[in-house]
């Protein structure tokens, strides 16, 4: 359930806010250099992005972000809810291609 191109960077306050971070920079190269093609940051770090070299920025999708709900949005493919079969808890997961299969096409 968690996309694995997404990279974040932020600390989080006990009521669900972004922090903001010092570094946004060196963070962002880390980010592109090891693969990741979305990177979330503090929505307060916006005046640091011109920072961050010109081809590293066209090439990762930089995020602002301000609460954990926004985060959880962008980095979560779906929620899973656990069903309630005699009385124990059982997660039915589908396959992605077999989700996009029967989704796409009719």
Known sequence: PIRHDVAMTGEV????KV??????????LAAYRA???TLLF???????IS????DVRDRLEMVPVETMDEV????????ILPQRVAGQF???IE???????????D
């Open 95 to 105: 396959d992605d291609d077999e989700a996009a299969g029967e989704s796409g096409g």
């Open 13 to 16: 306050s006990l009521r669900g």
């Open 90 to 92: 059982v997660i039915e």
């Open 42 to 48: 503090p929505s307060v770090n916006l005046k640091d």
């Open 72 to 79: 959880f949005s962008i980095a979560l493919h779906r929620v």
């Open 19 to 28: 922090l903001q971070v010092g570094g946004l920079r060196e963070k962002a």
């Open 51 to 54: 920072d961050i070299p010109e």
């Open 35 to 37: 693969g990741f093609r």
